[in-house]
Nanobody, 115 residues
Framework: QVQLVESGGGLVQPGGSLRLSCAAS????????VLWYRQAPGKERELVAG???????RYADSVKGRFTISRDNAKNTVFLQMNTLKPEDTAVYLC?????????WGQGTQVTVSS
């Protein structure tokens, strides 16, 4: 059974940076796509970034130019580098992985951007 574990969240001041990790119990390279979502109170779940098996990436307009998604197949881990953080980035960040018809979720990691 696939398990995803997010880490790297925390409290950071506006303009700061964090790097989130999504570690898979299985081979991260076996997934068709790995996605980062975020959920904040009063807001709908938002797709933040994604990386496909071939390496192509996509980003929400709200984070484009500030966030970078990457993958380390040897470590079975997907990263989300978040720079120039804003208070509006505050949310629980969730890792989601797709393989065939299967859909796996992590428990999330809290990111709080506040002065």
């Amino acid at each position: 059974q696939v398990q995803l574990v997010e880490s790297g969240g925390g409290l950071v001041q506006p303009g700061g940076s964090l790097r989130l990790s999504c570690a898979a119990s299985g081979r991260i390279a076996s997934f068709d796509a790995v996605l980062w979502y975020r959920q904040a109170p009063g807001k709908e779940r938002e797709l933040v970034a994604g990386i496909r098996s071939g390496g192509s990436t996509r980003y929400a307009d709200s984070v484009k130019g500030r966030f970078t998604i990457s993958r380390d197949n040897a470590k079975n881990t997907v990263f989300l580098q978040m720079n120039t953080l804003k208070p509006e980035d505050t949310a629980v960040y969730l890792c989601n992985a797709h393989r065939y018809t299967s859909d796996y979720w992590g428990q999330g990691t809290q990111v709080t951007v506040s002065s």
